[in-house]
T-cell receptor, first 111, second 114 residues
Framework: RKEVEQDPGPFNVPEGATVAFNCTYS??????FFWYRQDCRKEPKLLMSVYSSGNEDGRFTAQLNRASQYISLLIRDSKLSDSATYLC????????????FGRGTQLTVWP | GAGVSQTPSNKVTEKGKYVELRCDPI?????LYWYRQSLGQGPEFLIY????????DSGLPNDRFFAVRPEGSVSTLKIQRTERGDSAVYLCASSLGGGHSSFFFGQGTRLTVV
């Protein structure tokens, strides 16, 4: 079983829509969680960290449910520029070292 | 430079050949990571350096893969006797002290083994 599992999609939504992505992680010792964004043929870039209390950054809201080992990302008022692959990421349970990436969820926002 | 630099950006090699991929991390970043990303998958961990030493090499798939960071800055990933299954994008990342908040990827080297 992979450390981080997420639905690969694709998700195709119109501009202005709200879309939610989910992922699960298998290592209960994981401490840090992130969402990364990856554009086609580009490197992954940090979108936001995910905290237990939930956190929001503009149109983006991330939630963590430790009991269910579940992470979510909500995008409100989708823009064309949100089209990308969104990678769910967990650490190995220490503050240093490797990160575990999901396979990514592909989002296309159409006009 | 301002970011993580990887060279070459693209590499095509014949099956059985040896290749070297270079990573130049952000200045001052002590932690350096190599990941491999196959088509349709997320990045998979290969090796992590803290300074000059490999702190975790458990992700290297077999003994054909080796990486060095002799002076604690530039790193080279070396692949011997390349196989078609080694074709992927090899991503390097660096961070300040190993923390995740300052973790940045380079643009990657796209390796194609024919």
């Amino acid at each position: 079983r992979k450390e981080v599992e997420q639905d690969p999609g694709p998700f195709n939504v119109p501009e202005g829509a709200t879309v939610a992505f989910n992922c699960t992680y298998s290592n209960s010792a994981s401490q840090s969680f992130f969402w990364y964004r990856q554009d086609c043929r580009k490197e992954p870039k940090l979108l936001m960290s995910v905290y237990s209390s939930g956190n929001e950054d503009g149109r983006f809201t991330a939630q963590l449910n430790r009991a269910s080992q579940y992470i979510s990302l909500l995008i409100r008022d989708s823009k064309l520029s949100d089209s990308a692959t969104y990678l769910c990421v967990a650490d190995r349970g220490s503050t240093l070292g490797r990160l575990y990436f999901g396979r990514g969820t592909q989002l296309t926002v159409w006009p | 430079g301002a970011g993580v630099s990887q060279t070459p950006s693209n590499k095509v090699t014949e099956k059985g050949k040896y290749v070297e991929l270079r990573c130049d991390p952000i200045s001052g970043h002590t932690a350096l990571y190599w990941y491999r990303q196959s088509l349709g998958q997320g990045p998979e961990f290969l090796i992590y350096f803290q300074g000059t030493g490999a702190a975790d090499d458990s992700g290297l798939p077999n003994d054909r893969f080796f990486a060095v960071r002799p002076e604690g800055s530039v790193s080279t990933l070396k692949i011997q006797r390349t196989e078609r299954g080694d074709s992927a994008v090899y991503l390097c990342a660096s961070s300040l002290g190993g923390g995740h908040s300052s973790f940045f990827f380079g643009q990657g080297t796209r390796l194609t083994v024919v």
